[in-house]
């Protein structure tokens, strides 16, 4: 019994221009022609695609799928195998990117509706990098303080940012002045000028413990977008990011049993 191509089209779900595609490229060639030239295919046609389209849905390209059938010794399930391994790594990536773009969309909803004018205002030239953000989300998404922290963020109006970018501001000048003044990154100057941004960040975030504080302080040294969120690249000095670790971690040896308060 021989069929049509419209017919082998409505049996498969395919197109006809794909089956003349597969004719033309010799991965399945009907096996007779109608007295009028038109193709005709046969059962064992028929079971050759099935097992093009199987390799198809697994995303093998139409030259394996070819090299596959043409081979009565290949080893199909070496292919099979190898295909596996590169749709679970597959899988893995886009489960990867579809988290990513979820927390990128929650990174944004700060809660705090201003407009550009507004948060000019307010953040001047300290920058949000948002793949930073987003990356640092994903990191700490399930840590407690993390999560509070995000919390009270949503939760401040304009006015509380004013209020807390102006008292970053207050501290990154002395913070500056410390640096510049070559005051020693253990000396009690620059000591205090850590236990305050510790301080702040309870305030205005999360409670932090000299020991987060510690990891905070690794992250600004570690990634120049982390330490841009306090010290806008314009007023940054080389080693700066460094001395405030020192500084930080200094301090906590000095107060080993910081709360976080």
Known sequence: MSYSVGQVSGFAGITVRTLHHYDKTGLLCPSDRSPAGYRQYSDADLARLQ???FYRELGFPLEEIAAILADPQANALDHLRARHRLLNEQIV??????????HAMEVQQTGVEL???ERFEVFGEVAFDLTYATQAHLKWQHSEGHQRSMARAAAHSKDDWATLMAEAADWRRRLLAAFDAEEPADGERAMDLAEEHRRHISRWFTPCPTAMHGRIADDFAADPRAFALIVPPTEQRPGLAAYLRTAVHANAVRHPDGDGS
């Open 51 to 53: 097992q093009i389209l």
């Open 93 to 102: 990536k886009l489960r990867r990117l579809v988290e990513v773009a979820e």
């Open 115 to 117: 407009t550009p004018q």
